[in-house]
């Protein structure tokens, strides 16, 4: 039995390195985390590690397993110690490491846009992917097609969304694609929040809209980086009023979920 048990260690000490996330350690093999490994290939912020595809938790070396609460929020994690996130993430439409920028963000805003045509989310998506590098734009995530995110690039990697003040400065940039239905509208909407307040509380950025001056952390909207940084963009509240969505309620399910 002893010995069954070790050469299961083993094998998953083997898959483990193939993603270079973990270290064989005896008994602590599946959870034991060599924080210097992972700060030089992961994005560390708190605790929390990200590998461009899966989020964990990291506690006295050891990744959290379970139901836990981390700062009030409530989050669950597989036997593995990966987050099982409240959200569906296709990496269908992503950018490879070396197209756009490869410089690490400030974690000051997260930016809310919506995608300024009738695109839905995978079009969006697709339209991005194809070019974000001749026209210089692309940002982290789109919402779309009931509810999936699409992720474009990791989020703390720069983006190309609105102007290179706010670019170097945000987590993330997030856009939500066009639904012709009330009920897709929903599911995207509730998506867009699900993924701005996550991220917002992974990177300790506080859950208020559009508060404050350029030197304001928080979510902001790209019509307030125009009034505030620049540009002429004025999203994502048009959009969102064409669903019965003002700024008021916006910011009142970003601060309290939804
Ligand atoms: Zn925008």
Request: proline letters at 2%.
């Amino acid at each position: 039995m002893k010995r069954i048990v070790y050469l299961l260690l083993a094998l998953l000490g083997i898959t483990s390195l193939t993603y270079g996330f973990f270290h064989f350690h005896g008994s602590n093999a599946i959870h034991y985390v060599n924080s210097a490994t992972l700060k030089g290939n992961h994005f560390y912020q708190n605790g929390w590690y990200y590998d461009g595809n899966d989020w964990a938790y990291v506690r006295n070396g050891h990744k959290l397993t379970r139901n836990r609460t981390i700062n009030n929020v409530q989050y669950h994690f597989n036997q593995n110690g990966i987050q099982i996130l409240p959200y569906r993430v296709n990496h269908q439409y992503e950018l490879s490491a070396n197209q756009g920028s490869t410089l690490q963000a400030n974690n000051k805003y997260i930016i809310l846009h919506d995608v300024g045509s009738e695109a839905t989310g995978t079009q969006a998506a697709s339209y991005m992917q194809r070019t974000a590098i001749p026209n210089r734009v692309y940002t982290n995530f789109i919402v779309g097609n009931n509810g999936i995110v699409y992720q474009i690039k990791r989020p703390s990697i720069v983006s190309w969304g609105a102007g290179t003040e706010a670019n170097n400065n945000s987590a993330a940039q997030i856009e939500l694609g066009r639904s012709q239905t009330q009920s897709g509208f929903e599911q995207d909407y509730k998506t867009y929040i699900l993924l701005a307040r996550d991220l917002a509380e992974k990177y300790s950025i506080p859950l208020t809209l559009d508060a404050g001056k350029a030197d304001t952390r928080g979510l902001k909207s790209h019509l307030w980086v125009t009034q505030n940084l620049w540009g002429d963009h004025q999203d994502p509240y048009g959009y969102l009023k064409e669903h019965g969505i003002s700024k008021k309620q916006l910011a009142s399910d970003l601060a309290n979920g939804i």
